[in-house]
């Protein structure tokens, strides 16, 4: 890419030098400080601007708990109790290979749902079936593993800014091949008015109704996601009799994440991000050169760095102004009872 179209930090970097005046004019600053306001300038372009970050949809598959064995005798029957013979931990199995279990409904000696290392199986024990009466004895260091089913939340990448909502895992509203679902039946019965052009408004209608429906009395799964914890909480039933999630389900949440450009070097020759990386050098520039305000140079040059600090803090203000004007998307607001 030419020079005044960086595609790379390096070449950003060297743009936004040559714009403060670089080679011609000395650029006081370290280049360690110039990797800095880089970082701190695609955190606020990828923060604020529209075209900062992509939508996505993130595959997860959910995990159980796991705990691995030195020695079994039988296997254990899908979702019946296992007990620890010493710490009387149970769980509810789920799948077994010749080094590990997986289990899920944990709960620790006082039947307290656990995700706690303190209170759950140990080394060395021997694990029991309620039903098969099979055993394996626990091995490893820490004892057991935990997933998703017990941690209650999913793990997200450092680079995900927000997550917008799942899917739900049974959508009742959905299509389904059952025939003897709601669904089906519902749809094989109406397609015959679809097809004729007759009951398409019928149709929309009474569709929306039911979504109505759902929503008043089945509701969708609260979420919750906070960027700095990298943590999908999803408040649904993960113990229950009747669970909402099941080990080795795939759930599917829409979200939003940083754009990353190592993978889009174009990121880099974004007019924005150029003009506020060249300010954030020069507000540097000026903050090294304050100290030496008034010290003046061979031939009689005199430094001036409070006035470069107070044209960069100036550009800097009127660029985040241009950002909330022009780049950033307008706020989504809630309607609701009041």
């Not at 303190?118 to 935990?146: C, I, K, N, R, Y």
């Not at 669970?243 to 190592?262: C, F, H, Q």
């Not at 006035?307 to 203000?317: G, Y």
Request: charged residues 20%; contains cysteine; hydrophobic residues 35%.
């Amino acid at each position: 890419m030419s020079a005044t179209k960086p595609a790379s930090r390096v070449e950003l970097r060297d743009y936004c030098k040559r714009a403060l005046g670089h080679p011609v004019v000395e650029i006081n600053v370290d280049e360690d400080q110039l990797d800095d306001r880089i970082d701190e300038a695609l955190e606020y372009w990828n923060e604020y601007h529209h075209e900062g970050t992509e939508k996505i949809y993130l595959k997860h598959k959910i995990t159980g708990s796991t705990f691995a064995i030195s020695a079994n005798s039988g296997t254990f029957s899908k979702e019946e109790t296992i007990t620890g013979g010493t710490s009387n931990a149970t769980a509810t199995f789920w799948s077994q290979n010749t080094t590990t279990v997986t289990f899920h409904s944990h709960n620790d000696q006082n039947g307290v749902q656990n995700n706690n290392s303190s209170s759950t199986f140990t080394a060395g024990e021997t694990v029991t079936g309620s039903g098969s009466g099979s055993t394996v004895t626990v091995h490893g260091t820490p004892a057991v593993t935990f997933g998703d089913m017990d941690n209650h939340y999913i793990s997200i990448a450092e680079n995900v800014i927000s997550v917008t909502g799942i899917f739900d895992v049974n959508d009742s509203g959905s299509t389904t091949s059952n025939m003897f679902s709601f669904q089906y039946q519902f749809h094989l019965n109406e397609m015959p008015y679809i097809q004729s052009g007759a009951g398409i408004a019928n149709f929309a209608s009474t569709m929306s109704h039911i979504q109505l429906l759902k929503d008043l009395f089945v509701g969708k799964k609260s979420i919750r996601f906070n960027r700095h914890m990298d943590r999908l909480y999803i408040d649904w039933d993960w113990y229950g009799i009747s669970t909402d999630i099941e080990p080795d389900n795939w759930i599917v949440a829409e979200a939003y994440r940083s754009l990353d450009g190592t993978t889009y070097g174009d990121v880099f020759n974004d007019m924005f991000l150029k003009h506020y990386t060249t300010a954030l050098f020069k507000r540097q520039w000026g903050m090294n050169l304050i100290k030496f305000e008034g010290v003046q140079l061979p031939g009689g040059v005199t430094l001036n760095g409070a006035r470069i600090l107070d044209e960069a803090k100036e550009e800097i203000n009127a660029l985040h102004e241009e950002m909330r004007l022009t780049y950033e998307l307008p706020i989504d607001f809630m309607i609701g009872p009041g």
